[in-house]
């Protein structure tokens, strides 16, 4: 039997991760990158969508469903066409809310 790996004071706060699941599962993926604003303003645009691109593409492999969220008043115009290039669909959330 193997000893329980010490934890730090930092961990003893939070209760243990659950395992990995190695099988399949019909629990949908969900995949939440908030916010890829801070990406485009410190990165250059094609390091940063290279970077959404293979991010994407493990997620869809992986059947995940993957949102992004950015602020397009930070954000030229330009990187949002490159941004909107590399996703399926855009929403503007409802300003009235």
């Known amino acids: 039997m193997r000893p329980e790996p010490r934890r ?3 961990d003893q706060c939070r209760p243990p991760a659950p395992p990995f699941r190695t099988g399949p599962s019909d629990e949908q ?3 939440c990158l908030n916010s890829l604003t801070t990406i485009l303003q410190y990165a250059d645009d094609g390091p940063a969508l290279a970077f959404l691109r ?19 008043s930070a954000i030229d ?4 066409e490159g941004v909107r290039g590399q996703v399926d669909e855009t929403v503007r959330p409802d300003e009235s809310a």
């Open 29 to 31: 993926i969900v995949v």
């Open 77 to 80: 115009e330009q990187t949002i």
């Open 54 to 72: 293979e991010l994407l593409d493990h997620c869809e492999v992986a059947g995940a469903l993957t949102h992004v969220h950015l602020d397009p």
């Open 8 to 10: 730090s004071r930092r």
